[in-house]
């Protein structure tokens, strides 16, 4: 084990009744038991029960609704942490310290916002999370690795198990240890194979989240925050499993979707969230909603907090991200609890929920970050990882026309005077291929965001010496007429712009302008290969018969050359499909077992090819 992965590894998440016994802090003095008293909840060598117990039993009312609170970074200073004795904070999707902020500038931060909490009374340290769903993404030059999609089409979960090591030493480059991942939702059904397999393979690391919970994968037409029709056993056998398989492991952490079961909203399914997770899956972790879960209970939006607050907390949440409104749900939660319209034994079990994790983390014994994991961020290894992911998730759709021979791989090195065409709007775009949820929440477009290869970057580095690569990002038809003798063949690379949740909901789910122009221009005259950069599965049919090769990226992430590495024939495409690919979106929603079943490309569908011998 590396000196990085030992140091990461005393989070400790498995959340049982015994905890690992850290260096000890003081045992005397501190507040709650008046000064030299001895703490036991101080003590790493008492049991974690008793810890949990003692320091239950000293905390007010307002020390436990503090928390349950979770506070926005832009709002967290250290004395808005010690003064309402916040128990979390998190970054939403681009909340950063600064533009380009290194590592030190995260670690500095953090460890700002817990002083205030190490200066309460009690000195009960807060637990900051962030959103690491396929990188830890909010964070300037790290490691973008390929949205779950295509990581579903790799088959291949001991390699997700290292992305997941990966990410997690990322994070904890920055002071954080709390990620909101994985994201374990999927389709209808995850037909074969291991139905939503959790992203939790750097649990050692960091503290984990299952989300969305539970089945925000089965939205009637695929809306965000929609609403799951489904019988109980649909229910179980098709969105639960995911649940099941993270709670065995031990995961720390669920967050609760902002969609609707049958029209009851998650965020207010008592039975799901205490009788099915807590109760019956017996999950010992804390369950924290979405972003600003609570005020969309009601219609419209934080129409009647107060009535909001209790149906969420009563449901079974137990750290609620509220993000901005502390004041307002701190004072509301205060005044539920003081007129009995929630009982103090749901506020203890909250709570006891909230130090379990934090005692098991070792968060008492080590509540500050330091910078000695800066190098983990964006290392050359966890590059080489991802473009390695990269390679896996390629889906070969398509590898030549009918009577002919194969396009791909294509060759490196071509006869002088012959040149290579590289066109689309997404060749170069480092953005595009990291999609949502990469430096901002809806991601951003271009070069300038973060750093990485682009395809073209790639293709640049694949293609032989003496072999001349023309770029055009949109080329029209007279300029592929005047100059298709030049070419020996095309590589079309298109897609979709980013995205993240609703924004992304899309009921055509065409390629975007001006991908088909571009297809169609090049395409038709040009033997190609077309690269489709997407988050899902896309109308393509009206262009297969022109292309000659069809690959599925997905969303690659930083690491484009892992896209030149197949398509030159370094490595072989082995890639799956993780979902059916339909014909036209008037089939949807279409799955394994439906009558009739006529996909374009069914579930699990991929073609191979081998290594090239140069």
């Known amino acids: 084990m590396t000196t990085a992965a030992a140091a990461c590894s005393l989070l400790l998440l498995q959340l049982c009744g015994c905890v690992a016994v850290a260096a000890a802090l003081p045992m005397k003095g501190g507040g709650g038991g008046g000064e030299g008293a001895y703490l036991r909840y101080k003590d790493p060598k008492q049991p974690l029960n008793t810890r949990i117990d003692d320091l239950l039993r000293r905390m007010t009312l307002a020390e436990k609704i503090g928390q349950m609170s979770q506070i926005e970074r832009e709002n967290a200073t250290a004395d808005v942490v010690n003064k309402y004795l916040i128990g979390s904070v998190l970054s939403g999707g681009g909340s950063v310290p600064a533009k380009n902020a290194p590592p030190q500038a995260w670690v500095k931060m953090v460890n700002g916002m817990q002083s205030g909490a190490l200066s309460t009374r009690l000195g009960i340290p807060i637990i900051y999370g962030i959103d690491a769903v396929h990188g830890h993404g909010n964070v300037y ?165 107060l009535l909001s607050i209790k149906l969420g907390i009563l449901a079974g949440i137990d750290m609620v991200m509220i993000p901005y409104t502390y004041t307002e749900f701190i004072d509301d939660l205060t005044l539920l609890v003081q007129n009995g319209t929630i009982p103090m034994s749901r506020i203890d079990d909250a709570v006891r929920r909230i130090l379990r994790v934090k005692f098991t983390m070792g968060l008492f014994e080590n509540p500050y970050a330091d910078t000695s994991l800066v190098g983990e961020l964006g290392k050359q290894e966890h590059r080489d990882l991802a473009r390695e992911a990269v390679r896996k998730s390629l889906v070969l759709l398509k590898n030549g026309k009918p009577g002919a021979k194969p396009l791909l791989p294509l ?18 775009d480092l ?61 079309v690379v298109v897609g979709e712009p980013p995205y993240a949740e609703t924004f992304g909901d899309n009921l055509n789910l065409t390629i975007p302008a001006p991908g088909p122009d571009i297809i169609q221009n090049v395409c038709g005259s040009i033997r190609c290969v077309v690269v489709l950069v997407s988050g899902r599965p896309l109308v393509v049919e009206p262009f297969i018969d022109i292309i000659d090769a069809l690959v599925a990226a997905w969303l690659p992430g930083t690491e484009g050359q892992g896209v030149s590495d197949v398509l030159f024939g370094d490595y072989g495409f082995t890639g799956k499909l993780s979902r059916t690919w339909f014909r036209s979106v008037d089939q949807l929603p279409m799955n394994v077992g439906d009558a009739p079943y006529d996909p374009l490309f069914p579930f699990g569908f991929g073609l191979q090819t081998q290594p090239s011998t140069y």
Not at 258 to 263: D, E, L, P, R, V
Not at 443 to 466: E, F, H, K, Q, Y
């Open 141 to 305: 030059k790290a490691t973008i690795f390929p949205h779950n999609i295509g990581l579903g089409c790799t088959r291949d979960p001991e390699l997700a198990q290292r992305i997941g090591a990966a990410v997690a030493l990322e994070v904890r480059a920055t002071g954080i240890p709390y990620v909101f991942a994985p994201c374990v939702a999927g389709e209808i059904p995850a037909s074969g194979g291991r139905p939503g397999a959790p992203y939790i393979a750097g649990q050692r690391n960091v503290a984990a989240c299952s989300k969305h919970y539970v089945g925000d994968g089965g939205t009637t037409k695929g809306v965000n925050e929609g609403n799951t029709v489904a019988s109980f056993h649909e229910l179980m056998a098709v969105h639960m499993p995911p649940y099941y398989n993270a709670v065995i492991r031990g995961v720390s952490t669920v967050m609760v979707s902002f969609s609707s079961w049958n029209g009851v909203k998650m965020h207010a399914n008592h039975f799901l969230v205490t009788d099915h997770l807590k109760n019956r899956l017996r999950f010992r972790g804390f369950i924290i909603s979405d972003w600003q879960g609570l005020d969309r209970i009601t219609t419209p939006d934080h129409a009647d907090y």
């Open 411 to 428: 060759p490196k090195k071509l006869s002088y005077g012959v040149r290579v065409l590289v066109a689309g709007s997404h060749a170069d």
């Open 431 to 491: 953005g595009s291929q990291c999609g949502g949820w990469t430096i901002t929440w809806q991601g951003l477009t271009g070069n300038n965001l973060t750093a990485g290869t682009t395809i073209l970057d790639g293709i640049l580095r694949a293609v032989g010496p003496g072999t001349d690569v023309v770029y055009s990002k949109n080329p029209d038809a007279d300029f592929v007429q005047q100059n298709k003798p030049l070419f020996d063949y095309a590589i």
